[in-house]
């Protein structure tokens, strides 16, 4: 398939506004052109170590200012990186590395116990940045089909598999947002969710594409977030709810400055108490759905809805075209819940290596998201779950986004988890792990209570758990095939 070229993202950028502001880290801020030339020389550094155009490199990498420096470098010389993800085990890394086929791996210092484990060549950042340069040979243009990035879906069932993004995918994403969200050159935009995952990523992608200033942190912190948003004069962010949550406590009485205009909502639809004291705050949400497959957000609902459509993730931005299918591959009806399938310049070619998945997630262009949704009569879409996720309950369809969406408008409930278990008369019944806020002494029967009052009696959990901590992954998206591990290990109390 014939691809079109553009000049090099990085270099392009680098030419075009040399002197404007690329990345804020820490005290330190730079342009894009000594972002280029730190990438240039970094480049230089790669390829004196052996690392050569189209080979798959692997990166295990914190939030820095080196890891941006390493991915452009990445880019620079044609090399495709396989982003992995630095809270996984050693073993999920192992599988990986060997998966993607990586040629080398370029870690943290501080991860070098991972070193006993591996048998392909280690390059520590001390390793690289001590290197000596060669005059890299740079790739002067793109091609918009080659591969960029290869990131790793959780796996909810089976083994990951690695997804390929390429350049196209990361530029159609960017203007699909651009044009969503409006773009102003005034525009700044924090990441404090991670690189390596693709919510982070994406944001360095916009950063080049619109020559837009990113405040990068290495984890999130809410009084520091309010700060840089405040001194560095913020614009949009990228957060899940229980980030939105943290800042809107924090805040207290006060308010966010007029400048700030976007905050970039994924991970599921937010309960109303929230949206409704972001409201009252003047904070703009914009609910949105997408995965590593769509290269971020392919869905987004703009905060004139945000009550009038309460938990709609909102409409396909515009590249990109969303349908629901019925079992029976027929187009659903509005209102009639099927599987989500997804096309458009920003989803993914396929997996790494894996031509039979592939295969089985296309059909005529259109990606199968697997997830469950519906679409209303204005086209507006409600992510119901993913379908991995969903609880059959003497025949009766549960979904646990639902029953979350209800216990999350408790006063006393701080986190929400909610799964199936196997039961011998229903054959799976919901139960619900809570992590109460602090000094909230809220029991399972008055939250029983509460969810008889909001659901069906089918739908309410059959058991309530009360645990610290809910298992999280990177992008703070909940890992609901872990909650039954919290029952095994008894880390959580009824």
């Given at each position: 398939m014939q691809y079109e070229t553009m000049p090099n993202f990085l270099k392009k950028r680098a030419f075009l506004t040399p002197e404007r502001t690329a990345v804020h880290f820490n005290e330190k801020t730079i342009s894009f052109k000594e972002l280029y030339d730190k990438s240039y020389q970094t480049a230089g550094k790669l390829q004196g170590l052996g690392i050569q155009k189209d080979q798959y490199i692997a990166v295990l990498l914190s939030n820095h200012l080196d890891t941006i420096v390493i991915l452009f470098a990445l880019q620079l010389l044609g090399v495709k990186a396989v982003i992995l993800n630095k809270r996984l085990s050693t073993k999920e890394l192992v599988w990986q590395l060997i998966d993607s086929r990586a040629a080398s791996l370029i870690l943290e210092n501080d991860l070098q116990q991972i070193k006993e484990e591996l048998e392909i060549p280690i390059i520590t950042k001390d390793k690289l940045f001590a290197a000596p340069s060669v005059v890299p040979e740079i790739q002067e243009e793109v091609n918009l089909g080659d591969v960029c990035t290869?990131?790793?879906?959780?796996?909810?069932?089976?083994?990951?598999?690695?997804?390929?993004?390429?350049?196209?995918?990361?530029?159609?994403?960017?203007?699909?947002?651009?044009?969503?969200?409006?773009?102003?050159?005034?525009?700044?935009w924090l990441c404090s969710v991670p690189l390596f995952h693709i919510s982070g990523f994406s944001i360095l992608m916009r950063s080049v594409i619109y020559g837009m200033p990113i405040v990068l942190h290495d984890s999130f912190d809410a009084v520091k977030t309010i700060e840089d948003i405040k001194t560095k004069r913020v614009t949009i962010m990228s957060v899940v709810g229980t980030m939105l949550s943290r800042i809107v406590e924090t805040l207290k009485d006060s308010e966010l400055p007029n400048h700030f205009?976007?905050?970039?909502?994924?991970?599921?639809?937010?309960?109303?108490?929230?949206?409704e004291a972001c409201l009252e705050k003047g904070i703009p949400v914009f609910q949105t759905y997408g995965m590593t497959e769509t290269s971020s957000q392919i869905v987004t609902l703009s905060p004139e809805y945000s009550i009038s459509k309460l938990g709609s993730a909102g409409k396909p931005l515009f590249s990109s075209q969303i349908k629901i299918l019925l079992e029976d591959g027929q187009i659903a009806p509005p209102k009639k819940a099927g599987e989500i399938v997804v096309k458009g310049p920003n989803v993914t070619t396929g997996y790494l290596y894996r031509p039979?998945?592939?295969?089985?997630?296309?059909?005529?262009?259109?990606?199968?998201?697997?997830?469950?949704?519906?679409?209303?009569?204005?086209?507006?879409?409600?992510?119901?779950?993913?379908?991995?996720d969903l609880i059959i309950s003497g025949g009766e369809n549960i979904y646990p986004a639902e029953i979350e969406s209800v216990l999350f408008a408790h006063p006393d409930v701080a986190d929400v988890g909610v799964t199936g278990f196997n039961d011998e008369t229903w054959g799976q019944v919901p139960a619900a792990f809570i992590v109460r806020k602090k000094n909230a002494n809220v029991t399972a029967e008055e939250l029983k209570q509460f969810c008889l009052e909001n659901l069906a009696k089918y739908k309410v959990p059959k058991t309530f758990h009360f645990t610290e901590k809910l298992p999280r992954n990177a992008a703070k998206k909940l890992m609901r095939r872990k909650l039954s591990e919290l029952v095994h290990e008894g880390r959580s109390h009824r």
């Open positions: 290869v990131m790793y879906t959780s796996g909810t069932t089976g083994n990951p598999k690695g997804v390929i993004q390429t350049y196209g995918n990361h530029w159609w994403s960017g203007v699909g947002s651009a044009l969503n969200l409006g773009y102003s050159e005034t525009d700044c205009r976007c905050m970039l909502l994924g991970g599921g639809p937010a309960p109303l108490p929230l949206l039979d998945a592939t295969k089985d997630a296309f059909n005529d262009g259109w990606f199968h998201t697997g997830d469950i949704g519906l679409l209303d009569e204005e086209g507006f879409l409600y992510v119901l779950e993913r379908r991995s």
